[in-house]
Nanobody, 113 residues
Framework: VQLVESGGGLVQPGGSLRLSCAAS????????MSWYRQAPGKERELVAI????????NYADSVKGRFTISRDNNKRTVYLQMNSLKPEDTAIYYC???????WGQGTQVTVSS
């Protein structure tokens, strides 16, 4: 299993970013995928899940209405569109297949003016 996250960066409060996670080493279309994040000094937390067909999603309360998870099974990629970003969204963002134990290197998102 290989997961490669990208798309992070520095953005001002209220801004947007789109994260991508390219997956390989497993049958991507058969698995749910998720995004997690870990802020400095905090535990890693689940942000969003998308099920294998892409028709069903779930979100943490803290990001509902602002973040959208999606997937392209042909490209073996899962996305996280993040809008109306807040300083408390600052974290390293990781994707993960469900079930699974492998993590990518993550991508840093910093929300600051």
């Amino acid at each position: 299993v290989q997961l490669v996250e990208s798309g992070g960066g520095l953005v001002q409060p209220g801004g947007s970013l789109r994260l991508s996670c390219a997956a390989s080493g497993f049958t991507f279309s058969s698995y749910a995928m998720s995004w997690y994040r870990q802020a400095p000094g905090k535990e890693r937390e689940l942000v969003a899940i998308i099920y294998s067909t892409g028709r069903s999603t779930n979100y943490a309360d803290s990001v509902k209405g602002r973040f959208t998870i999606s997937r392209d099974n042909n490209k073996r990629t899962v996305y996280l569109q993040m809008n109306s970003l807040k300083p408390e969204d600052t974290a390293i963002y990781y994707c993960k297949k469900i079930p699974g134990d492998s993590w990518g290197q993550g991508t840093q998102v910093t929300v600051s003016s």
